[in-house]
């Protein structure tokens, strides 16, 4: 019968954030996941300098066989209205990555013991820590699995359909030299459009020679069709070559503030978006997925084995420090009538102020929040 005392489900960013955090604690630490690395994994794929420096990559030296897109601006407009262009001079203000690449090399610096195409199947309580599928004795179990994560459905999430849930359609994938050489979209100002009902919003992001398009909505009805819809205009305003391919893959994940999650239980502890922590405005998952496991690590430490929800609550008090109160109920702007936001929403982003300011800088790249490191 083997052993460790953590165990990780999920070995995303999340999780193989927190096997890296835990390295030098002393710990063993196992990273199970149902896919083998690299895999696939639909994402739009962009990371800020802060993401970066507290996961202390190397920049040249990631760079010099995988995708990095240096992104200094954005294009914003409203569906289908004129867009709105700003630009950064200096360092860039973000990095696009591929997600198959960037999620492998975090695995494979984690330095955990890795068991990939392996399916979570049975969790058994055994005194205070756990059985996993009949093989492996565990002292602390982790969910790192995502929205769908089998270790958040253990403590009764996301099995009654009851979550206020974001839905997405995107698809990544290498342009042909004929479309690359149709494409309009310049691989370091992806471009943004928002829904006239500021419910969400698609995107169209290159990166060398991959492009990712994507969309995605609070209200997920007829999704579908709010994708094609999407992509047909891309191809008619010109953007996008018209042979682009339709099939879009789909994942869903909760905003913080909407979401119910309990994080800390005796011997479980929820981490990235197995918790529900994307950002509420931009939806991004992978900063707040980083820095719970960052925020996890020494709770996990300090509780020197005995995982009793009592010595993991200081976790759940951190998220709450590092991105506010949950709030269940709808904001202001989400209880205004629809046709105040129309009307609103047109003369704000049309205000290259409150674009750049608001929009990109507080809501997308988060440069008021203070840096956490590891």
């Given at each position: 019968?083997?052993?460790?005392?953590?165990?990780?489900v999920g070995?995303?960013?999340?999780?193989?954030?927190?096997?890296w955090?835990?390295r030098?604690s002393?710990l063993s630490v196992?990273i199970l996941d149902k896919?083998?690395?690299?895999?696939?994994?639909?994402?739009?794929?962009w990371?800020?300098?802060?993401?970066?420096?507290?996961?202390?990559?190397d920049?040249?030296?990631?760079?010099?066989?995988?995708?990095?897109?240096?992104i200094t601006g954005f294009r914003?407009?409203?569906?289908?209205?004129?867009?709105?262009?700003?630009?950064?001079?200096?360092e860039?203000?973000?990095y696009?990555?591929?997600?198959v690449?960037?999620?492998?090399?975090?695995?494979q610096r984690c330095?955990?013991r890795?068991l990939?195409g392996r399916?979570?199947k049975?969790?058994q309580?055994?005194g205070r820590?756990?059985?996993?599928?009949?093989e492996?004795?565990a002292?602390?179990v982790?969910?790192?699995g995502?929205h769908?994560c089998?270790?958040?459905?253990l403590l009764?999430?996301?099995s009654?359909?009851g979550?206020?849930?974001?839905a997405?359609q995107?698809i990544?994938?290498?342009?042909?030299?004929?479309?690359?050489?149709?494409?309009?979209?310049q691989?370091?100002i992806?471009?943004?459009?928002?829904t006239?009902e500021?419910?969400?919003?698609g995107w169209v992001?290159?990166k060398g020679?991959?492009?990712?398009?994507g969309?995605?909505r609070e209200?997920?009805?007829k999704l579908?069709a709010?994708v094609?819809?999407?992509?047909d205009?891309?191809i008619?305003?010109?953007?996008?070559?018209?042979?682009?391919?339709?099939?879009f893959?789909g994942h869903?994940?909760?905003?913080?503030?909407h979401?119910l999650?309990?994080v800390?239980h005796?011997?479980?502890?929820?981490i990235?978006?197995?918790?529900?922590?994307?950002?509420?405005e931009?939806g991004?998952?992978?900063?707040p997925?980083?820095?719970?496991a960052?925020l996890?690590a020494?709770?996990?430490?300090?509780?020197?084995g005995?995982y009793?929800?009592?010595n993991?609550?200081?976790?759940?008090?951190?998220?709450?420090?590092?991105?506010?109160?949950?709030?269940?109920q709808?904001?202001?702007?989400?209880?205004?009538p629809?046709?105040?936001?129309?009307?609103?929403?047109?003369p704000?982003?049309?205000?290259p102020?409150?674009?750049?300011k608001i929009?990109i800088e507080?809501w997308?790249l988060h440069?008021?929040?203070p840096?956490?490191?590891a």
């Amino acid at each position: 019968m083997r052993e460790c005392d953590v165990l990780i489900v999920g070995a995303g960013p999340a999780g193989s954030t927190l096997a890296w955090s835990l390295r030098q604690s002393g710990l063993s630490v196992a990273i199970l996941d149902k896919k083998s690395f690299p895999r696939d994994k639909v994402c739009a794929g962009w990371v800020t300098p802060e993401v970066i420096r507290a996961l202390r990559i190397d920049l040249q030296a990631y760079g010099k066989e995988r995708t990095l897109q240096p992104i200094t601006g954005f294009r914003i407009s409203l569906m289908g209205r004129e867009q709105l262009e700003t630009h950064y001079a200096g360092e860039p203000v973000s990095y696009g990555i591929r997600r198959v690449e960037f999620d492998h090399y975090l695995l494979q610096r984690c330095g955990a013991r890795l068991l990939l195409g392996r399916e979570l199947k049975s969790l058994q309580r055994e005194g205070r820590g756990w059985l996993v599928n009949g093989e492996l004795r565990a002292g602390l179990v982790v969910g790192a699995g995502g929205h769908f994560c089998p270790v958040a459905r253990l403590l009764g999430h996301g099995s009654t359909g009851g979550e206020q849930i974001v839905a997405a359609q995107e698809i990544e994938f290498q342009m042909t030299p004929g479309q690359r050489a149709a494409c309009r979209v310049q691989p370091e100002i992806p471009e943004l459009f928002f829904t006239p009902e500021l419910n969400g919003y698609g995107w169209v992001f290159r990166k060398g020679d991959h492009l990712n398009i994507g969309l995605g909505r609070e209200d997920n009805v007829k999704l579908s069709a709010h994708v094609q819809a999407f992509r047909d205009y891309l191809i008619e305003s010109g953007r996008l070559p018209p042979d682009i391919p339709s099939k879009f893959k789909g994942h869903a994940y909760l905003l913080y503030h909407h979401a119910l999650r309990t994080v800390v239980h005796d011997g479980v502890l929820l981490i990235g978006d197995s918790a529900g922590l994307a950002y509420a405005e931009s939806g991004e998952g992978i900063r707040p997925a980083v820095e719970s496991a960052l925020l996890a690590a020494p709770i996990i430490a300090a509780a020197q084995g005995d995982y009793r929800r009592n010595n993991l609550n200081r976790y759940a008090e951190l998220l709450v420090q590092r991105f506010g109160k949950r709030q269940p109920q709808q904001g202001l702007v989400e209880r205004l009538p629809m046709g105040l936001k129309r009307w609103l929403a047109g003369p704000l982003f049309q205000m290259p102020w409150f674009v750049r300011k608001i929009l990109i800088e507080r809501w997308f790249l988060h440069r008021n929040d203070p840096p956490l490191s590891a």
